[in-house]
């Protein structure tokens, strides 16, 4: 099994500050299998980010994401309210049941 | 736009089995994975298994030891998550989450159906 291990557990940030969010995989992870979430309280997760960098639809470009092998990171490059929420990275292996993992998740709150 | 639309909450006894639906619509039901994945209070996401768009299954084999069932009615866009021999470490919201085929992430979720299990 691929354990992702996400840093820090919470973050706490004020409006307009930068969010740098970390996922670490116990084995080397391909870039393209690796996608983050954004969960807020009493809704289904939604999904920010796939294959590491690549936004999804309507996602604002204050989100980044980068990293590589066992790696990766998520950046928020200027807190808005509406941003302030428990994230999650997810990868997929074919070669280490069970095919997809989350992370235990990152939560972002107000400082 | 796609909807995954999941059935409401349940509470059932231990050993008991429950069955949550997912209906789909806005794209073609079988162009796509359907996935579960579960959150129990206050913890992370947990993959539980795939309905393939051609209908096969596979889960978390060891995670679940053939307690979870899943199928499909193609007429109705409905692919059903049915869980047995229920423990009380079974609460948790279940979610049906959409994949494209080869996208290997989710795009579209249910709105979430929570399982309480309690004697």
């Known amino acids: 099994e691929v354990v992702l291990t996400q840093s820090p557990g919470t973050l706490s940030l004020s409006p307009g500050e930068r969010a740098t969010l970390s996922c670490r995989a116990s084995q080397g992870v391909s870039g393209r299998y690796l996608a983050w979430y954004q969960q807020k309280p009493g809704q289904a997760p939604r999904l920010l980010m796939y294959a590491t960098s690549n936004r999804a639809t309507g996602i604002p470009d204050r989100f980044s994401g980068s990293g590589s092998g066992t790696d990766f990171t998520l950046t928020i490059s200027s807190l808005e309210p509406e941003d302030f929420a428990v994230y999650y990275c997810?990868?997929?292996?074919?070669?280490?049941?069970?095919?997809?993992?989350f992370g235990p998740g990152t939560k972002v709150d107000l400082k | 736009q796609v909807q995954l639309v999941q059935s409401g909450a349940e509470v059932k006894k231990p050993g008991a089995s429950v069955k949550v639906s997912c209906k789909a619509s806005g794209d073609s039901f079988t162009t796509y994975h359907l996935h579960w994945v579960r959150q129990a209070p206050g913890h992370g996401l947990e993959w539980m298994g795939t309905?393939?768009?051609?209908?096969?299954?596979?889960s978390h084999g060891q995670k679940f030891q053939g307690r979870l069932t899943m199928t499909r009615d193609t007429s109705t866009s409905t692919v059903y998550m049915e869980l047995s021999s229920l423990r009380s470490e079974d609460t948790a919201v279940y979610y049906c989450a959409r994949e494209l085929p080869s996208a290997v992430y989710f795009d579209y979720w249910g709105q979430g159906t929570l399982v309480t299990v309690s004697s």
């Open positions: 309905m393939f768009s051609h209908g096969a299954t596979t």
């Open positions: 997810q990868q997929y292996t074919g070669s280490s049941p069970p095919p997809f993992t």
